[in-house]
């Protein structure tokens, strides 16, 4: 099975920078992911890790390191848009590629 | 190009009601899932269609609840006799037959069973 983990909530200002923190414990990895869901609408596809290392897409970056379970997010020069939920999610090594998600991160950018 | 769409957004049923659920994924992407969201807790796997076929129904909950794909094309859900328990929102993706196997998801729909 897998188990991912991440703070429930986090608050921030705006033009600042924020690092959401996810753990997991999987029995097969073959790929993590982050996606940005704001209240009612699409969980939207944010970034995609399956090496170590750091990818970097604009003002969003996501870290993976595969040996301590841990990613993550890194959102620089916070806007008030990007209020919203984190969810982290690995996908198994399955023929069916499914995805296993955390609880997201309710991210509240303040002025 | 349209993303996947889901219809309806929202449903409010009485328990015992059957309820069918519409998801139209990305034009060409072969493969089709289903999520489903309770209230308080994380999104969790359903089940996954490549194209017309069954790949991994593992996270389906019990067999009130059937899911079908006919033409490989767009995918209903439907749950009968709906049960108090099965209230939440309910996530599709579609994702293409690349390395990546991006998950592209729809707003999901909401259904209440009262």
């Known amino acids: 099975g897998q188990n991912i983990d991440q703070p429930t909530e986090m608050t921030a200002t705006e033009g600042a920078i924020v690092q959401i923190n996810c753990t997991y414990q999987t029995s097969g990895f073959n790929g993590l992911f982050w996606y940005q869901q704001h209240a009612g609408e699409a969980p939207t596809f944010l970034s995609y890790?399956?090496?170590?290392g750091l990818e970097e897409k604009g003002r969003f970056s996501s870290f993976l390191s595969r040996s301590k379970g841990y990613s993550y997010l890194l959102l620089k020069e916070l806007q008030m848009k990007d209020s919203a939920s984190y969810l982290c999610?690995?996908?198994?090594?399955?023929?069916?590629?499914?995805?296993?998600f955390g609880g997201g991160t309710r991210l509240m950018v303040k002025p | 190009e349209a993303g996947v769409t889901q219809f309806p957004s929202h449903s409010v049923i009485e328990k015992g009601q059957t309820v069918t659920l519409r998801c139209d994924p990305i034009s060409g992407h072969d493969n089709l899932y289903w999520y489903r969201r309770v209230m308080g807790k994380e999104i969790k796997f359903l089940l996954h269609f490549v194209k017309e076929s069954k790949q991994d129904e593992s996270g389906m909950p019990n067999n009130r609840f059937l899911a079908e794909r006919t033409g490989g094309t767009y995918s209903t859900l439907k749950v009968q006799p709906a049960e108090l328990e099965d209230s939440g929102v309910y996530f599709c993706?579609?994702?293409?037959?690349?390395?990546?196997?991006?998950?592209?998801f729809g707003a999901g729909t909401r259904l209440s069973v009262l």
């Open positions: 993706a579609s994702s293409p037959r690349q390395t990546k196997n991006i998950q592209y």
């Open positions: 890790n399956v090496l170590d």
């Open positions: 999610a690995v996908r198994g090594y399955n023929a069916g590629n499914m995805l296993t």
